[in-house]
Structure formats: C-alpha cells, structure tokens
C-alpha cells in the first residue's frame, strides 16, 4: 500500500524497533529507533501518541478533536492525515 493510499480506515502502527518516549529534559516527544532519535514537535508527537496499531486514522482524529476542542476539526483531520503520509514516507510507521 502506498503512502498516499492513507486513509480515514487505514491503521497505522510505528514502525518495528522503534518507540515514541517523553523526554523530560527536552521537555518534548522523542521518536526513538536502533540509530538514533528524531526530537517531535508537539503536534508530531500528540498524533503518534495515539498510533497503537488497533485505531484507524478516523479514530486518531475523533481522538485528537477531542483532547483539542478548540482547534477546527476539519484543520485536525488535514494536519493528521498529511502526517501520516510524511511519517509513512520517512519510513516512521507502517499502515494497514
């Protein structure tokens, strides 16, 4: 399944061998794998939190609407989705 393939029934799980983990003293979501790490920024880091492999894109965003009820939804679903696809491109996550 290609990158671009993502969609709201697409499942997406990070990727073996690699661990999401809050860095207290950066103060921020790290991505941690076998060569190193990639420090998140905050909304990076919110999306993988929720990725546990049994979700669906739409409940991610259901989920992070949720979490930030002031933020425009349709805005949560374009910034999850275009995640998504980046992270699946840089090799971060698999998807169903």
């Given at each position: ?56 894109v739409d ?10 009820p002031d ?8 910034d999850v ?16």
């Amino acid at each position: 399944m290609s990158e671009a393939s993502i969609d709201g029934r697409s499942v997406c799980r990070l990727r073996p061998g690699w661990r999401l983990q809050w860095e207290e003293t950066q103060q921020r979501h790290v991505l941690l794998y076998p060569e190193g790490m990639v420090q998140l920024n905050d909304t990076a880091g919110a999306i993988l939190a929720q990725l546990d492999g049994q979700r669906d894109v739409d409940a991610v965003i259901a989920t992070l609407q949720v979490q930030f009820p002031d933020a425009p939804p349709a805005a949560i679903a374009e910034d999850v989705h275009e995640f998504m696809v980046d992270a699946a491109q840089q090799g971060w996550i698999h998807h169903d």
